[in-house]
């Protein structure tokens, strides 16, 4: 058994890849998932569910949902539910079930260990690997309540961190050319993310643009500048300078 929150919930067995149609029923998962091992307790369950406007017999709705969680999952080699009861809730059992976010957590893991070491080409391997498990929006239409919308906001952060570190290693192997478009778009759809803004500089430099690097420069502090009041970071700052003054120690590490 796998499950996939990566896109849209999915599980995948046997028998093939399936979804599920009933919506509060798919809510109830992807709590569940977000929270494997732990004990979800019922209150929980209803305020994903339901927030603010949970019927009069919402627990026995719940009991209702986890009966019929239980028979379409099945039962694991040993003869027993994945969905376990304990006060003041239900606990999911993982088990040697997989799980896409912990192959995430475990090809980051990896990437983050490689990029310190400064091994970029198996660096940006990993963070290459994790970005492909994305299929689409998080969780799919199964965003309801507080747990699974930070959970979303942090799957968020974990993907444009395996883009920077992809791109940064990029860099250092030489990639520059190829990588332009691709950044030009990125700060399009992040447009105050300065770590993309000094890729793109930094790419640009070295694919003898410097002119375009510099009105990216003023690209970016115009944009801080009306969105928050902000100036450029230092090192954005600093990488402009390097440009101005033609800085040598640029071109390091395309030529590596």
């Not at 929270?35 to 019927?55: D, F, K, L, Y």
């Not at 017999?57 to 028979?71: E, F, N, T």
């Not at 091994?119 to 998080?138: C, D, I, N, S, Y």
Request: some cysteine; glycine content about 8%; charged content about 25%.
């Amino acid at each position: 058994m796998r499950y996939e929150i990566l896109g849209p919930l999915r599980i995948t067995n046997d028998e093939g890849t399936r979804s599920i149609a009933a919506r509060k029923i798919e809510v109830l998962l992807a709590l569940l998932l977000i929270r494997a091992n732990q004990v979800v307790s019922t209150e929980e369950v209803i305020a994903e569910i339901w927030g603010g406007c949970a019927p009069d017999r919402a627990i026995a709705a719940v009991h209702v949902y986890i009966s019929k969680l239980r028979k379409m999952l099945g039962l694991d080699a040993q003869g027993d539910s994945p969905i376990v009861t304990r006060p003041p809730g239900y606990v999911f059992r993982l088990g040697a079930a997989g799980f896409d976010v912990d192959d995430l957590q475990a090809l980051m893991r990896e990437g983050r260990a490689h990029l310190r070491g400064g091994r970029h080409r198996p660096a940006a391997h990993a963070f290459g690997e994790a970005l492909r498990l994305w299929r689409g929006p998080v969780l799919g239409d199964a965003v309801s309540g507080p747990v699974t919308t930070s959970f979303v906001t942090w799957l968020e952060e974990a993907r444009l961190e395996c883009i920077e570190s992809l791109i940064d290693s990029q860099l250092h192997l030489g990639m520059h050319r190829e990588l332009v478009g691709w950044l030009f778009t990125l700060i399009g759809e992040y447009p105050l993310r300065e770590t993309f803004y000094r890729q793109l500089m930094l790419g640009l430099c070295r694919s003898e643009r410097q002119a375009d690097a510099l009105r990216v420069f003023h690209i970016a502090r115009r944009t801080l500048n009306e969105e928050l009041g902000l100036e450029p970071s230092r090192a954005l700052q600093q990488l402009h300078e390097a440009i101005l003054r033609a800085d040598e120690r640029l071109e390091v590490d395309a030529a590596a």
